[in-house]
């Protein structure tokens, strides 16, 4: 039997998705403004239902919203005409996602909506439909052209799908949601690994080899053995970081055949070290060491870039899981 290209199949329905994509663009309008505003207004918590493909795309949606800082949730609309409906409180705001907006399972709830003046936002294709008549906040998406028979829910949900990744995205630049606080919803799994900081690795206190620049080598050498970090942080006596000291350093200075242990420590050292701020991310931090070819980086907060607080070592990062 002749195996079977689908190759031009999968083209075409990638085809009809951009096309219904570029007919969602065009239909952003103001109402899409006001259901952003309606969403970070919200005191409590966003509610998104749908039937069929369309409940499994509010259930996406909903869990973007969270991870960016919005509190939601989403509810079974079958399980909300037995019982779920106490779920829902007047401080809630609820977005329906229909695109025919008349599908017969949502009815109980816009009736429940709109009885207790609860904000909806209606995702549907229809003017016609009881979703759009009822809603607040009417988000209007374009009829396409599914992919599959012409019926299976594909264009239309991958519409579904991309306005609510808007709204969440937008809601994320009105809080104005930072990297940081993204980490703080995703402290597992490859994302928290990198949104780790500079600060969270650092190595820290009594731990960080310190030695003065007028330290005889002799000492030095010592500290930096018994440390195990194979870098010297150079200070002067006001504490302010004059240079950084390797053991690569070390081991060039001996191949020369001169005494290095009688001298001092400002005789040796490597003026003005690269220096990263605390903040900075972990991977970023990687990312300049494999440029600059170097294993270590000083540590300052954003007040004072000559005064380390932290040294930061590939091994650290590595052990992170970040690459």
């Known amino acids: 039997m002749e195996k079977k290209d689908y ?152 519409n579904q799908l991309s306005i609510g990744d808007a709204l969440a995205v937008s809601a994320l630049n009105k809080k104005d949601i930072s990297k940081k606080d993204f980490k703080n919803f995703h402290p597992s799994g490859n994302l928290g690994s990198k949104l780790r900081t500079v600060e969270e690795l650092m190595i820290t206190g009594n731990k960080i080899p310190f030695v003065n620049e007028e330290l005889k080598m002799k000492k030095a050498l010592q500290i930096i053995s018994s440390k195990k970090l194979g870098t010297l942080i150079v200070r002067n006596n006001k504490k302010v970081t004059t240079g950084i000291i390797t053991d690569g350093q070390i081991r060039r200075f001996n191949e020369t055949g001169n005494n290095l242990q009688n001298l001092i420590v400002k005789k040796v050292m490597t003026s003005r070290p690269i220096s990263i701020d605390k903040d900075m991310l972990a991977e970023k931090a990687l990312s300049i060491m494999n440029t600059k070819k170097i294993t270590s980086l000083c540590v300052h907060n954003n007040k004072n870039r000559n005064i380390t607080i932290g040294i930061l070592h590939i091994h650290s990062i590595l052990q992170s899981n970040i690459h």
């Open 7 to 158: 190759k031009k199949i999968a083209k075409n329905v990638i085809d009809l998705e951009i096309k219904a994509l570029q007919k969602l663009k065009k239909s952003i309008n103001d109402s899409f403004n006001d259901a952003v505003e309606a969403i970070t207004k919200c005191q409590s918590k966003v509610i998104l239902c749908g039937v069929g493909k369309s409940g499994l795309i509010a259930a996406k949606i909903s869990a973007t919203l969270s991870s960016v800082g919005t509190p939601s949730f989403s509810l079974s609309a079958n399980d909300c005409s037995h019982g779920d409906l106490g779920s829902i409180s007047k401080k809630d705001i609820l977005i329906l996602i229909s695109y025919s907006g008349s599908t017969e399972e949502l009815k109980n709830i816009i009736k429940y909506a709109n009885r207790n003046k609860i904000t909806l936002i209606g995702i549907m294709s229809k003017k016609n439909s009881i979703l759009y008549k009822a809603s607040d906040i009417k988000l209007l998406i374009p009829e396409v052209t599914e992919a599959g028979l012409g019926i299976v829910p594909t264009s239309s949900t991958i």
